[in-house]
Nanobody, 121 residues
């Protein structure tokens, strides 16, 4: 079992930055691929970024060049640095853990409760 707790969301103006963090329980954190997803009101949850246990990264097109995912296996944390934020980035952001790096929801077994990110214009 892995428990995930996100933090770092908030309200920011367009063009600003936020750093989301996800703290994971368990001793096998380094084995898991970690992903960030987001869900805007009235929309489906969508992939944002993912990182493998070894540090390989993958980004949605909407995140490339603006967001950066990283992990610290010693601290059981995964972070999402978000720069140049846009109003369309407004969503609840979720951290997820799975066996393999994946862009689909089905690829992840464990999910956090989410943290709200609101970008004002």
């Amino acid at each position: 079992q892995v428990q995930l707790v996100e933090s770092g969301g908030g309200l920011v103006q367009a063009g600003g930055s936020l750093r989301l963090s996800c703290a994971a329980s368990g001793r096998t954190f380094s084995r898991y691929a970690m992903g960030w997803f987001r869900q805007a009101p009235g929309k489906e949850r969508e992939f944002v970024a993912a990182i493998s246990g070894g540090g390989g990264r993958y980004y949605a097109d909407s995140a490339k060049g603006r967001f950066a995912i990283s992990r610290d296996n010693a601290k059981n944390t995964v972070n999402l640095q978000m720069n140049s934020l846009k109003p369309e980035d407004t969503a609840v952001y979720y951290c997820a853990a799975g066996n393999f790096i994946d862009t689909t929801l089905a690829g992840y077994d464990y999910w956090g409760q989410g943290t709200q990110v609101t970008v004002s214009s």
